[in-house]
């Protein structure tokens, strides 16, 4: 048998509920992967609670649960290449990942997990990892910018002020006050969000700020256009499908090639750091799910099976 968080009606936390099930197993062309830990990411908990942002990824109940994960590959079906039973993995699969095993073809999002990388910090990556890079490659960002970073102290924003930070660029990201240590440990200069942001953005960086990077919404988008960053070194994943002023609207797909290499080699090398808030046994997916819900995690909360 193999657990799975599997949800039937859309819903809150409240819906998921781990029940038990065949184990699935490799078809041909396919993988199959003993999942041991799943890293939590806002789509997940959305796409469970809005049917319509379900619709548009074809998700319909019942459906499984979460999206990025690491584990081991324990079967392998015929055909299937560049995985062997036994390899250590990582990836991505769209309401499959919450379970003891999942199974999927291994021509998209799926790499080999370095040694010396857990798999708990694995599978945090996939999609905070690839929509920093993302978002930090749609603004062309380079060293000598000043880069203001909204929601900086969430899952993709501890990704994307470190590879500002190693890309040469000044940081400033938005958070609560509560959080201003917590992204100096990373060498962001902390802001607070909220009304004139851009004021206080003007503050501490009386020179400008050149380029910007909105992880939470819009209002970091706005506060650069009003400090005359132009629109298309502006960029965000959040704001929905009518970002302001022009800016560049982006997400993990357009991370491109080499993004993924480039942050486990950062992470090997010691210059990148996850920092990991929680850790749930999938037991407590609702609490795990309510805490990530609440939007205000520092890092990652992760699943481990
Ligand atoms: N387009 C894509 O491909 C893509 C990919 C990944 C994520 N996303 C979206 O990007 C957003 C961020 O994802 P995430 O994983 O980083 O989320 P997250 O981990 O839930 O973000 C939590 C962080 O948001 C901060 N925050 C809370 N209220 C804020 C506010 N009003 N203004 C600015 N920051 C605020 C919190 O800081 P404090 O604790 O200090 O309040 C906390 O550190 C989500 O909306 C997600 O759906 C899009």
Redesign the pocket.
Same mark, same amino acid.
């Given at each position: 048998m193999s657990r799975a968080v599997v949800y039937e009606t859309f819903g809150g936390p409240e819906v998921l509920e781990l029940r038990d099930a065949p184990e699935p197993h490799a078809g041909p062309g396919e993988v199959r992967v003993r999942v041991s830990a799943a890293g939590l990411?806002?789509?997940d908990w959305?796409l469970a609670e809005r049917p319509e942002a379900a619709a548009q990824f074809g998700i319909t109940v019942p459906s499984g649960f979460g999206y990025d994960f690491a584990g081991v590959v324990d079967e392998v079906g015929g055909g299937a290449t560049g995985f062997a039973v036994g390899d250590r993995v990582f990836g991505g699969a769209l309401g499959k990942a919450a379970a003891d095993f999942l199974v999927k073809t291994p021509a998209e999002a799926l790499w080999h997990t370095p040694e010396g990388i857990s798999d708990e910090v694995a599978g945090t990556i996939p999609? /905070?990892g690839l929509?920093a890079a /993302?978002a930090l490659a749609a603004i062309d960002l380079r060293a000598g910018d000043t880069v203001l970073v909204?929601? /900086? +102290?969430?899952?993709?924003?501890v990704f994307a002020v470190q590879l500002a930070k190693l890309a040469g660029a000044r940081v400033i990201g938005? +958070?609560?006050q509560?959080?201003f240590e917590f992204l100096r440990k990373f060498g962001a200069e902390p802001v607070a969000?909220?009304p004139r942001l851009a004021d206080r953005v003007r503050a501490l960086a009386p020179e400008g700020v050149s380029a910007a990077t909105d992880?939470?919404?819009t209002?970091?988008a706005e506060a650069a256009l009003a400090l005359g960053v132009p629109p298309e070194r502006i960029s965000t994943? /959040?704001a929905g499908p009518n970002p302001p002023g022009g800016v560049r +609207?982006?997400?993990?797909?357009d991370a491109g090639p080499g993004a993924m290499e480039r942050i486990t080699d950062a992470i090997l090398a010691g210059r990148l750091t996850v920092p990991i808030a929680a850790t749930f046994p999938i037991e407590q997916i609702r609490e795990a799910v309510a805490r990530?819900a609440g939007?205000?995690?520092?890092g990652?909360i992760v699943i481990t099976l």
């Open positions: 990411n806002p789509m959305l999609v /905070a929509t /993302a909204g929601g /900086a +102290a969430g899952g993709v924003g938005t +958070a609560s509560n959080t969000y909220g992880l939470f919404g209002e970091t994943i /959040a +609207a982006t997400g993990g797909f990530q939007r205000h995690v520092h990652k």
